[in-house]
């Protein structure tokens, strides 16, 4: 299974909701990372966690939070959000964390804010 | 920090030709090279890598040059196919020491006419 899932597919909240993003891959990968791509845009990497560790944060705000309950599973916990964060959220992993490796990519969670 | 410079941002090829898409890197530390080929509403799949302990890499239509000197990598199609309409992006990893990490380029969107 080389297969990284995400759920849901479409999300629409409003800027006082807290909803939570869910990424999830059983292929052994020991690195797994939370992208966000506004439109016509590259993936613009937001945090790497490492065997089940945050190891880097890109200075993303606190209304963004992840969280790695096991090797397998990837959250991104959202809060008080803003129409600017509205955009497609990529969750990717790889073998390790270094990045000889290819990194997987699950099909995304477009996230709309009103 | 990475920066990635990509050009060019859109691409016309006639079904057929080859298509070029050429990208820079800030870090000379940078080591691995990934193309990234995301199609309408995808997610973003890798088509071919390169490491820097390699100067060229081919795939069947697909190749890849890596000049570090001039820290230089290019994406090279031939024969193009309609199928091969997307958007292109090339990336470069960094090393922050517990992990590593991705920037991308802009993107090429590749538009292969009949």
């Known amino acids: 299974d080389t297969e990284v899932t995400q759920t849901p597919k479409h999300l629409v909240m409003g800027m006082t909701n807290k909803k939570s993003l869910k990424c999830e891959q059983h292929?052994?990968?020991?690195?797994m990372y939370w992208y966000k791509q506004k439109a016509k845009k590259p993936p613009e990497l937001m945090f790497v966690?490492?065997?089940?560790?945050?190891?880097i944060n890109e200075s993303v705000p606190s209304r963004f939070s992840p969280e790695c309950p096991n090797s397998s599973l990837l959250n991104l916990h959202l809060h008080a959000l803003q129409p600017e964060d509205s955009a497609l959220y990529l969750c990717?992993?790889?073998?390790?964390?270094?990045?000889?490796?290819?990194?997987?990519f699950g099909p995304g969670t477009r996230l709309t804010v009103t | 920090g990475e920066n990635v410079e990509q050009h060019p941002s859109t691409l016309s090829v006639q079904e057929g030709d080859s298509a070029v898409i050429k990208c820079t890197y800030s870090?000379?530390?940078?080591?691995?090279f990934p193309w990234y080929k995301q199609e309408l509403g995808k997610r973003p799949q890798l088509i071919i890598d390169?490491?820097?302990?390699?100067g060229e890499k081919k795939d069947q239509r697909i190749a890849v040059t890596l000049n570090k000197t001039a820290k230089h990598f290019s994406l090279h199609i031939t024969e193009t196919q309609p199928e091969d309409s997307a958007v292109y992006f090339c990336?470069?990893?960094?090393?922050?020491?517990?992990?590593?990490?991705?920037?991308f380029g802009t993107g090429t969107r590749l538009q292969v006419t009949l």
């Open positions: 990717a992993s790889s073998q390790e964390p270094r990045i000889y490796y290819e990194q997987y």
């Open positions: 292929m052994g990968h020991r690195a």
């Open positions: 966690y490492s065997y089940e560790k945050l190891s």
């Open positions: 870090d000379s530390a940078s080591n691995y």
């Open positions: 390169i490491r820097s302990n390699v």
């Open positions: 990336a470069a990893s960094f090393n922050t020491g517990t992990a590593s990490k991705l920037t």
